[in-house]
């Protein structure tokens, strides 16, 4: 039991909004110690656990090419592009993005969109000009809710479409932990059974984006009245 | 063979310039934090091979210190002002959605023409590792497209880059560390504790008891580990095996998959899971930590209830 100790730490660490890497760098040291560890081997095991996760940290190659469109007037070009689109909205632009996003996921193209190289520079940028174009100048607090729905967005349309990929990684590892136990699993009918999930996650968000969106046009007209 | 050394090669180098460049900016007061920093993490993806476990931790311990202890800035280097992007925006026109457009051409095309290739009877790329590699590939290729087509300065893409990378600050390594503490929860043995703590307590007599403690538990074992994929081997041993698959009959494949997508549902819920949870606002400039995780949560519920529906009504065929 005392081995969940190092848990508790990062719940309460968190919680506390203490800085989280020192939170993460506490816990793993009552971790290990809980576990009987000498406090030198608990650093050399996360120092191992780093060094072994560096890939994790590549995808910030794309930071410079964002930086330099946007130094060249990448968001401002996004938010004239959406201002042709008379009807455009926030709700349906970002149920858009994630029929975009789900489909391509589910074809093994992950990292051709997310939220450094496609919500940053231009969905975030275009679902609050969108919102302005019909709600006019926005406050910052409806600005800060738009682009974490647009975050979110991109999160829950990348999740719920991924598994649905036969080569993607939780694919690959159910059919490891079972095939470990004695049961044989075809693949392909795993990403099959990822469809249903895909198919109500696009549904139950989709409907949160339009009541969103239903949300902030009430919020405006309340202002205006 | 191109493997992940040539691109963890470049991140080093590109971190090393960001570091030396915090130091150049007299705009940020705690540059010489930044330095230390970007430095360090250059250092991990230069030498991380030769520093030894012991001396990565403490490399580790160095970045959480500089953090921890408010030593990092934000540099704010030259860029273009507003306005003068406007008219920019304005003389480019569409050709400025070519570079961000490049990334992902350029990465489909590493993928399905660079990666099968074969020289001299070696792959040209590592296939496991090709996607990363790809998509190193991607960002060169388009970054040398931006500075082509829209005229930028050559060094820019540092500048920018930095710009962006302090914007976002230490979460940007969060996601890097949290996968350090998972595994030295796996050679505690945290998750098999927990494994034993969900199967021992909680009653799975009956078909919905049994689907809901797999699912509920999925999402909170994720909550508490930061993802999935160490949850689903101790509750699919514990829970799917024996009891859904084994005692009720149900369909493997269906059972592993919706279980893994209830786990799925915990990642949306928890800060643990930094790179899709605690990066963006930081990316987005939001100042609630946790505005993404509030966004995601109602949705990451109904898609909890509805996987279990989906579970109970689709796995059991008899």
């Known amino acids: ?225 | 063979m191109i493997k992940l050394g040539v691109v963890y090669l470049l991140l080093g180098l590109v971190f090393a310039a960001y570091a030396g460049l915090s130091a150049l900016d007299r705009n940020n007061p705690k540059r010489f934090g930044n330095a230390a920093f970007w430095g360090l993490v250059a250092a991990s993806f230069l030498a991380g091979d030769r520093l030894g476990d012991l001396g990565n931790g403490v490399l580790v311990v160095g970045l959480a210190l500089i953090a921890g202890l408010g030593q990092l800035g934000r540099g704010r280097p030259a860029t273009t002002s507003p306005e003068e992007r406007k008219v920019l925006a304005a003389r480019f026109g569409e050709k400025l959605f070519v570079p961000a457009l490049a990334l992902p051409v350029v990465l489909v095309f590493g993928l399905v023409v660079l990666k099968p290739l074969h020289i001299a009877g070696q792959p040209l790329m590592d296939p496991k590792q090709a996607p990363l590699v790809c998509l190193a590939l991607a960002a060169v290729v388009a970054v040398g497209l931006a500075l082509i087509l829209l005229r930028q300065p050559l060094i820019s893409p540092l500048q920018e880059g930095r710009r962006l990378i302090d914007t976002v600050g230490w979460a940007a390594l969060l996601p890097q560390t949290l996968a350090a503490l998972g595994a030295v929860f796996a050679l505690a043995g945290v998750g098999k504790v927990i494994g034993d703590l969900v199967t021992h307590w909680l009653p799975m007599d009956t078909r919905a008891a049994a689907v809901a403690v797999y699912c509920l538990g999925m999402a909170g074992f994720t909550m508490i580990m930061g993802n999935a994929f160490a949850a689903f081997p101790v509750l699919t041993a514990g829970v799917a095996l024996p009891i859904l698959i084994r005692r009720f009959g149900g369909d493997p494949a269906a059972v592993a998959a919706i279980g893994m997508l209830s786990g799925f549902c915990g990642t949306l819920m928890t800060p643990l899971a930094a790179n899709f949870n605690l990066v963006p606002p930081a990316l987005l400039e939001l100042p609630d930590r946790y505005a993404v995780i509030k966004a995601q949560v109602p949705t990451a519920l109904l898609m909890l209830l509805a996987n279990m529906v989906l579970m109970y009504v689709l796995a059991f065929p008899r």
């Open chain 1, 1 to 225: 039991m005392l081995t969940l100790l190092g848990v508790a730490v990062v719940v309460v660490g968190f919680a506390a909004r203490f800085n989280p890497l020192l939170v993460v760098v506490a816990a793993a040291m009552v971790t290990g110690l809980a576990a009987g560890l000498a406090p030198l081997a608990v650093l050399g095991a996360l120092g191992k656990g780093f060094n072994d996760n560096r890939l994790v940290t590549v995808a910030l190659l794309v930071y410079p090419l964002v930086g330099v469109a946007e130094r060249a007037g990448l968001q401002e070009r996004a938010r004239t592009l959406i201002g042709r689109f008379r009807n455009a909205s926030p709700g349906p632009l970002l149920v858009g993005y994630m029929a975009f996003r789900q489909i391509t996921a589910a074809v093994g193209l992950i990292s051709i969109a997310g939220q450094a190289q496609t919500v940053r520079p231009l969905v975030a940028p275009m679902a609050e000009s969108a919102a302005e174009m019909r709600l006019g100048e926005l406050s910052d607090e409806t600005r800060h809710a738009i682009r974490a729905q647009a975050a979110a967005t991109d999160n829950i349309g990348v999740f719920f479409g991924e598994d649905i990929f036969l080569a993607f990684g939780s694919v690959l590892l159910m059919v490891g932990v079972l095939a470990s136990s004695g049961v044989t699993l075809d693949p392909l009918r795993l990403s099959m059974w990822a469809i249903p999930t895909a198919v109500v996650a696009f549904v139950i968000h989709g409907a949160r984006l339009m009541l969103f969106d239903r949300a902030l046009r009430r919020r405006a007209t309340g202002i205006a009245e």
